[in-house]
């Protein structure tokens, strides 16, 4: 739950885990979102990742604002399809493909269709962009333009205001001072993301700090995926790579919490081998 002296929401990045039976859970449930009433009595926030991979169904949305209670929010991933430059192909030797649906105002007006059973909880959606090299984006500047186009795009179709838009980026040459000039201005929030080859979020946040919005999401999610999911064999109830900086990650959100602003962070398993602990080991810090 919400920490009343720091003003920091605590979640994780989805929650369809049998091994937190115990540290979450009574037990195994059947489906993903017949975990959501327990979870929801331990923390006040989830990020909803499936929407990444497929538009959300209304009736999915319905049912996660019946199990969940007044009060809880979510952070949604926006549907790739929507993110990606080009079509994914399963190996390089094939030619890139322009993506028709990038950034198309069409395909995220039924997102929003899709979400509007809990439209009221949702903290950001968060448009969520691969690593872009030089054959998908030449660049920072055409980066920027691309979302500017579409924030306009959405202005002038009068969704702009539907959903609190978030953007969280990989390019760690991107991240500038422009790049969060251009993002405040666009009235869109930077998700800082905790991951392998961009720089830590809380160097960044030092930098950049005077251009922070007052919606800031964090994502704590680790380094090499496979290295940590070999050791944890898929079993994420045990701290397995502890982070030496985690005291430098709760100093940075303890001054984003500063104020009015709303701040959320939201732990991957892959983070330290198990989001539930991380929160534990955070809180103690703060």
Not at 36 to 55: C, G, H, M, R, V
Not at 243 to 250: N, T
Not at 271 to 283: F, M, N, Q, V
């Amino acid at each position: 739950m919400t920490d009343a002296n720091i003003g920091i929401e605590f979640g994780t990045c989805s929650w369809n885990y049998d091994s937190w039976t115990g540290l979450v859970y009574s037990g195994k449930k059947s489906r993903s979102a017949e975990y959501l009433p327990e979870y929801s009595e331990k923390y006040n926030t989830a990020e909803i990742d499936s929407w990444f991979y497929k538009l959300p169904e209304a009736a999915d949305a319905e049912e996660y604002r019946s199990l969940t209670p007044e009060g809880f929010s979510f952070a949604c991933k926006i549907t790739e399809s929507i993110s990606l430059t080009h079509e994914r192909t399963r190996t390089s030797s094939v030619p890139l493909k322009s993506n028709p649906e990038f950034l198309s105002v069409d395909a995220y007006a039924d997102y929003i269709k899709g979400t509007e059973a809990i439209r009221s909880r949702i903290f950001l959606a968060e448009l969520e962009f691969e690593y872009l090299n030089k054959q998908k984006m030449s660049g920072a500047v055409e980066f920027l333009k691309a979302l500017e186009r579409f924030v306009d795009a959405l202005e002038a179709r009068g969704l702009k205001n539907a959903l609190p838009l978030g953007v969280e980026c990989r390019n760690a040459n991107y991240l500038t001072r422009d790049y969060f000039k251009a993002l405040r201005d666009f009235g869109v929030a930077h998700v800082f993301s905790e991951k392998q080859y961009l720089p830590h979020i809380y160097e960044l946040y030092d930098k950049n700090s005077d251009l922070v919005g007052e919606r800031t999401a964090i994502r704590l999610l680790g380094g090499d995926r496979k290295e940590i999911e070999a050791k944890t064999k898929g079993v994420w109830n045990t701290i397995i790579e502890p982070k030496k900086d985690l005291p430098e990650i709760a100093a940075m959100l303890r001054d984003l919490s500063e104020g009015s602003r709303l701040v959320k962070a939201y732990f991957n398993n892959h983070y330290e081998g198990s989001a539930p602990l991380s929160i534990e080991r955070i809180k103690a810090l703060l």
